[in-house]
C-alpha cells in the first residue's frame, strides 16, 4: 500500500531510502553483511522503536487515521472465516458504512457489525468515511437482535469519525437511531465484544459499543468528540487539536485506566498498519479470549453485570447516601 | 442537603436586557417586552407565544402541585476528572457557572406530584455550561430513572442542552450509555417515561435518554438535532431546508408526538399520565 508517510514518521523513512540506496550501491554483493548496512537498519529499529514509544496523543490519532491501517473487513478477512455479509435495515436502505452480517472467529460463529470505512477515494465516497447513517445503526440492531434470538455473540468494529453529519442522518433522526441501540445493546441477551480498531467517534461509535467487554488497539482511539472539533469549540481554532487530543486523555491507556475498555490488544512495532496478519492475529486471540470468557455466563447475568459495568461510569463528589 | 444550595430562585432576570432591566426585546415578535409579564407568563411572550429560556427551578415551580417537589441529589457535585486546561481551566468554568446561576450543575432532580400523582422528574437547565451533560448531569438523570424503577413511578425529563460536556471527556460520553441502560430497566418495568424537549435539544442528549420517551413533546420552535447547522453545512455543502431542525420539523418527520405550549404542558402531562399510569392488567 503506497501512502505518504506521517510527518513523525519521517526519520524512518530517510534512513529507510538510505539503506535501500546503500543496497543498491552494493548491488550482487553480500548485502546482508556489510557493516554499514546493518548499522543503518539497527538505526532504523532503534528510531522506530524511540518514535512509536514516545507517541504523543495527536500522533496515535493520526495513526489511527492512517490510510494503510487495517479496516473491519480487513479483519474479517483475516481474523474471521466464512462472512455472509447482510444488508438493510428494512426501513430505508443499505448503509456501505456499517456493513454486517454472519461470521466465524476460532469455534464460535457469531454476528459481526462494523464501521467501514474506505481507502481510494470512489471506495470512501461508497463508505461514507466510515460515517454510518440511522440506516446504519438501525441495520446494527436488527442484527444483534438476530444474534439473541438464535444465540449468537456479537462482536463489532468501531472505526468511525462519528456519525454522519447531514440532512437525511438529521431527517430520519439518527440521533433516535443512536438512543435506541444503546437502550437496548444494555438488555441484549447474548455476549457481546466490541473492539475500537481505529477512531471511536463520540456517539457514533457508542452506538454499537455498549457491550460485555470492549477492547481497543493500542493506538486506537475513542472520544467524546474529535480533537479538531474540541479546539474549535474549545480554543475556538482547529489548530488546537493536539492540544485538545492531549486534553482529552482519548488514549487506550487512559481508558483502560478509567475502566471504559477492558484490554489494550497490542499492535506491531509502527503501527497496525506496519503488518495487518500480525493485528489480526493479535486481535483474534484477544476476541476469542473474551468470548471463552462470557460463553460460560447465563445471560441475565450477563446483563446484570453490563448494567453494572457501564452505571459505574462517572466522576463526582458527594452522592454516597442513593 | 447540600451547602450549594440556595434557598430559593428568581430566575429569568438576566437575559440581555434594555437599559432599566425593565423590558426585554422579544426575538419572535419584536416587541419590548415587561419583564414581570414575561415572569407571571412562564416567560413566554404574550404578543406572538415565543418561547423565552426557562430555568430549570422556575420550570418546576410551575409545572408541579404546588409544595410538592422534595429535590434528590443535591450533594452531587461536579469535579475536574481529566484536569482539564485548555483555552479555559475546567474548575474555573464550573465556579463561574455555579456563582452566575445558583446551580451546582446543569440538572435539578427530584419527586414531586402532577395533580396528586407522583412522578421521578429531572430538569435540565441550558443556562449552565449550555445544559452540558457531564458526569453529575447523567448520574442525577440516571438516578431519577432508577428511583421511578424502584417505586414504580414514571419518569418525566426535560431537556435544555448543547450535548456533552466537553471538560469531561470520556466521562461524559458514557451517561448516555447509562442514563439510556437505566430507560431499558425501567421500559421492561411497564413504566412511562415522557421527555420534553426544549430550545435547544442537541448532541448526546438527543442521542440518549431525550429521544427514547414512550411519548416525545417539544416547545414551539425548539431547536432539535444531533449535529449542529454549522457542522452541517460545512460537512454536505447543502442548503438546509426551511424549518430544519424546529420541533415543526421534527413532528412532520415523525419524531416528536406533540408540540405542546409551555402553557399546557402540566395539562398535557396529567393527561398523558392517566392514561399511562398504573396500567391495569387487563392487555396482558
Ligand atoms: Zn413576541
Known amino acids: 500500500m503506497n501512502t505518504l508517510p506521517l510527518e513523525f514518521e519521517k526519520p524512518i523513512v530517510e534512513l529507510e531510502r538510505k539503506l535501500e540506496d546503500l543496497k543498491r550501491h552494493l548491488h550482487g554483493q553480500e548485502v546482508n553483511a556489510d557493516p554499514e548496512v546493518r548499522r543503518i537498519a539497527e538505526r532504523i529499529d ?31 478477512r483475516l481474523a474471521f472465516r466464512d462472512f455472509i455479509e447482510l444488508h438493510g435495515d428494512r426501513l430505508f436502505s443499505d448503509d456501505k458504512a456499517m456493513p454486517g452480517g454472519l461470521a466465524t472467529i476460532g469455534e464460535f460463529k457469531c454476528v459481526v457489525i462494523a464501521h467501514q470505512k474506505g481507502r481510494e477515494v470512489k471506495e470512501n465516497v461508497r463508505r461514507n468515511f466510515g460515517s454510518a447513517h440511522p440506516e446504519g445503526y438501525r441495520k446494527a440492531l436488527r442484527l444483534m437482535r438476530m444474534a439473541e434470538k438464535f444465540g449468537l455473540p456479537v462482536v463489532s468494529f468501531i472505526d468511525t469519525p462519528g456519525a454522519y453529519p447531514g440532512v437525511g442522518a438529521e431527517e430520519r433522526h439518527v440521533s433516535e437511531s443512536i438512543a435506541v441501540n444503546l437502550r437496548e445493546m444494555m438488555i441484549l441477551k447474548t455476549p457481546t465484544v466490541a473492539v475500537v480498531i481505529g477512531e471511536g467517534g463520540s456517539g457514533g461509535a457508542l452506538g454499537i459499543g455498549v457491550s460485555d467487554r470492549v477492547l481497543i488497539l493500542e493506538n486506537a482511539y475513542y472520544s467524546v468528540i474529535s480533537p479538531e472539533g474540541a479546539a474549535a469549540i474549545l480554543w475556538k481554532h482547529r489548530q488546537h487539536a493536539a492540544e485538545a487530543a492531549e486534553a482529552m486523555k482519548l488514549g487506550a491507556r487512559e481508558l483502560q485506566e478509567f475502566g471504559m475498555v477492558d484490554e489494550i490488544i497490542p499492535e506491531p512495532l509502527g503501527g497496525a498498519h506496519h503488518d495487518h496478519e500480525a493485528s489480526a492475529r493479535a486481535l483474534q ?7 471463552r470468557e462470557l460463553r460460560a455466563v447465563p445471560a441475565d447475568e450477563l446483563v446484570a453485570k453490563r448494567y453494572a459495568k457501564f452505571r459505574r461510569f462517572g466522576a463526582f463528589e458527594g452522592g454516597k447516601a442513593i | 442537603m447540600s451547602f450549594f444550595e440556595k434557598p430559593s430562585f428568581i430566575g429569568g432576570g438576566k437575559k440581555k436586557q434594555i437599559p432599566n432591566g425593565l423590558f ?47 429535590e434528590t441529589d443535591t450533594d452531587l457535585r461536579p469535579v475536574d476528572v481529566l484536569g482539564f486546561q485548555g483555552a479555559a481551566a475546567y474548575k474555573e468554568r464550573l465556579q463561574k457557572y455555579q456563582q452566575k446561576t445558583g446551580l451546582v450543575d446543569s440538572v435539578v432532580s427530584g419527586l414531586g406530584k402532577l395533580d396528586g400523582r407522583e412522578v421521578s422528574i429531572a430538569i435540565m437547565d441550558f443556562e449552565f ?17 432508577e428511583r421511578a424503577t424502584a417505586r414504580q413511578l414514571p419518569v418525566i425529563v426535560i431537556s435544555a442542552s448543547g450535548g456533552a460536556r466537553l471538560y469531561e471527556g470520556m466521562f461524559s460520553l458514557m451517561q448516555m450509555a447509562k442514563t439510556s441502560g437505566a430507560l431499558a430497566l425501567h421500559s421492561q418495568a411497564r413504566l412511562p417515561y415522557i421527555s420534553i424537549l426544549t430550545n435547544p435539544t442537541t448532541g448526546g442528549v438527543t442521542a440518549s435518554f431525550a429521544t427514547l420517551g414512550d411519548v416525545i413533546l417539544a416547545e414551539p420552535k425548539a431547536m432539535i438535532g444531533f449535529a449542529g447547522p454549522r457542522v452541517i453545512r460545512e460537512t454536505t455543502l447543502q442548503d438546509l431546508p426551511p424549518g430544519f431542525q424546529t420541533a415543526e420539523f421534527l413532528e412532520s418527520h415523525g419524531l416528536v408526538d406533540i408540540i405542546v405550549s409551555r402553557k399546557k404542558l402540566r395539562e398535557t402531562l396529567i393527561s398523558l399520565l392517566a392514561y399511562l399510569c398504573c396500567a391495569t392488567p387487563q392487555s396482558v
Open chain 1, 285 to 291: 486471540e484477544a476476541v476469542l479470549k473474551h468470548l
Open chain 1, 46 to 76: 532503534k528510531t522506530r522503536q524511540h518514535i512509536y514509544r514516545n507517541l504523543t496523543a495527536w500522533q496515535r490519532v493520526q495513526i489511527a487515521r492512517h490510510q494503510a491501517r487495517p479496516y473491519s473487513l480487513d479483519y474479517l
Open chain 2, 24 to 70: 426585554v426585546k422579544c426575538p419572535g415578535c419584536g416587541e419590548l417586552v415587561h419583564n414581570l409579564e414575561l415572569q407571571e407568563n412562564q416567560h413566554v411572550c404574550p404578543n406572538c407565544e415565543h418561547h423565552f429560556a426557562f430555568g430549570a427551578r422556575e420550570r418546576l415551580a410551575h409545572l408541579l402541585d404546588p409544595e410538592s417537589f422534595v
Open chain 2, 129 to 145: 455550561l449550555g445544559g452540558s451533560m457531564g458526569s453529575v448531569a447523567g448520574e442525577k438523570i440516571t438516578r431519577a430513572i
